[in-house]
Every structure is written in structure tokens, then in C-alpha cells.
């Protein structure tokens, strides 16, 4: 089933009509104002989508927010932070867990240390 959604939920927003009921996902979690949502392609076990229920556009252009928690998700600063990286068409940057990035990438080669640590350096 697909939704078209207008209106107060978002001007055709997958997100706004998945929140509302009118569109399929496999909702992990529902609060009040958020939920929890399994993504279509998955790149791990337990990997969701957190959500807000109400629309949100974005406002800030192109862009990843990107957070990681633990050495094994390349987290060397053990103090929650956000990363705001923007982005333009063909940049070269690839995600995380892109092809591109996995192939390329050995042991050592990514960090979130403002210092420029990699993690497993002494």
C-alpha cells in the first residue's frame, strides 16, 4: 500500500503517513511524539529509523547527522556528540557503511576524535 499524504502530516511525506497509519513499516516502538521503524534495506541487525511523529522539515540544506556509540561503531570520544558534515553533489564523502567506504577503509582508518585519533592508536 502506498499513501499520499498532504496536508498538516507533511506534503507527501513517506515518514508523516508511516506516523499516521496510512503507510506499511514494521514499527519497533511508538512513544507519544516519536517512533521506532525498521528501514526498507536494513544494513544491520537492529538497525531502525528514530522518528518524529510530527512532520519536520529540513531546514538545513544538505547534510549527515551522524553520531556513533562505542569503539566498534568508530566512537573514540566516549561523550555523546552529533556530527554535522554538509554535503554536495559528488563529494566524494561515502557513509560509513557504504561500498565504497568498507572496501576502501582497513583497521585504524576512521575516527571521530577531534585530535585526528585513530581509533586503536596508542
Given at each position: 500500500m502506498t499513501a499520499s499524504v498532504t496536508g498538516p502530516v507533511g506534503d507527501g511525506?513517506?515518514?508523516?503517513?508511516?506516523?499516521?497509519g496510512l503507510a506499511p513499516a514494521?514499527?519497533?516502538?511508538?512513544?507519544?511524539?516519536?517512533l521506532a521503524i525498521v528501514p526498507l534495506n536494513p544494513v544491520a541487525d537492529?538497525?531502525?529509523?528514530?522518528l518524529?511523529?510530527?512532520?519536520?522539515?529540513?531546514?538545513v540544506g544538505p547534510a549527515n547527522?551522524?553520531?556513533?556509540?562505542g569503539a566498534e561503531a568508530t566512537q573514540s570520544?566516549?561523550?555523546?556528540?552529533?556530527?554535522?558534515?554538509p554535503r554536495r553533489a559528488h563529494d566524494g564523502l561515502a557513509l560509513p557503511?557504504?561500498?565504497?567506504?568498507?572496501?576502501?577503509?582497513?583497521?585504524?582508518t576512521?575516527?571521530?576524535?577531534?585530535?585526528?585519533?585513530?581509533i586503536g592508536e596508542a
Open positions: 511525506c513517506v515518514f508523516c503517513a508511516i506516523a499516521a514494521q514499527v519497533v516502538r511508538r512513544w507519544s511524539d516519536t537492529g538497525h531502525v529509523i528514530v518524529p511523529a510530527r512532520h519536520v522539515p529540513d531546514n547527522l551522524i553520531t556513533s556509540i570520544v566516549r561523550h555523546l556528540h552529533i556530527h554535522l558534515v557503511w557504504s561500498p565504497a567506504r568498507s572496501a576502501a577503509a582497513g583497521p585504524g576512521v575516527s571521530d576524535d577531534p585530535t585526528g585519533a585513530w
